[in-house]
């Protein structure tokens, strides 16, 4: 199956400041990139959907100007959670998916920890 | 609104003998159905797939069974084996493709016991 790539797998970051995560897809050309989240024994819960050159599509509830999503290339998109607390400390994971894909495939997940 | 409910949580089997998970949706412009299989601090793993036009699609030791009319699909793990323990979520959308969005079910952690 095509690769997908996250990183960092885990950060620490200390309440008030950014922390970003990048997601690329590495033998294809994701035309499509997702965002989700899970809290622990949860489900993974959809956050944005992206597509290459446009903004992103937020699900409801999700602030976009905390979360901002960019996906500047075909195989580059990143998360950036700006002014992060404590509360937003959860598992992150990306997937993508290319034109011809029946389905997306997933990156290895950030486990985000704001202290 | 939970649209994919996986109303188990946990399943322990024996190895050798069949698990077999479950999956109920409420939406029915689903038409296509996803498992993936989740191991911790990891991102989920592909493992099999079917459309709406379809009542079973197997895959060597995995099959997935859809009951429309039901809105229910089951997991076939047979014969189960140690490594099979992880977490499996069911996925739906409307819509085939991997732009499409995934709706998951909260998932059902899977114990292969020796």
């Known amino acids: 199956g095509a690769v997908v790539s996250q990183h960092p797998s885990w950060v620490i970051c200390k309440s008030g400041t950014s922390v970003k995560i990048e997601c690329r897809s590495l033998?294809?050309?994701?035309?499509?990139m997702f965002w989700y989240r899970q809290f622990p024994k949860q489900s993974l819960m959809l956050m944005a959907t992206s597509n290459e050159g446009s903004k992103a599509t937020y699900e409801q509830g999700v602030e976009k100007d905390k979360f901002l999503i960019n996906h500047a290339s075909l195989t580059l998109s990143t998360l950036t959670v700006t002014s992060a607390h404590p509360e937003d400390s959860s598992f992150y994971i990306c997937?993508?998916?290319?034109?011809?894909?029946?389905?997306?495939?997933f990156g290895q997940g950030t486990r985000l920890t704001v202290v | 609104d939970q649209q994919v409910k996986q109303n188990s949580p946990s399943l322990s089997v024996q190895e050798g003998r069949i698990s077999i998970l479950n999956c109920d949706y409420t939406n029915s412009m689903f038409d296509y159905f996803l498992w993936y299989k989740k191991y911790p601090a990891e991102g989920p793993t592909f493992l099999i797939s079917i459309s709406s036009i379809k009542d079973k699609n197997e895959d060597g030791r995995f099959t997935v069974f859809l009951n429309k009319s039901a809105k229910h699909l089951s997991l076939h793990i047979v014969p189960s084996q140690p490594g099979d323990s992880a977490v499996y979520f069911c996925?739906?959308?409307?819509?085939?493709?991997?732009?499409?969005?995934?709706?998951f079910g909260q998932g059902t952690r899977l114990t292969i016991n020796p």
């Open positions: 033998d294809f050309q994701a035309t499509t």
């Open positions: 997937s993508a998916a290319g034109s011809m894909n029946t389905e997306a495939f």
């Open positions: 996925a739906a959308s409307a819509g085939l493709g991997g732009a499409q969005k995934l709706v």
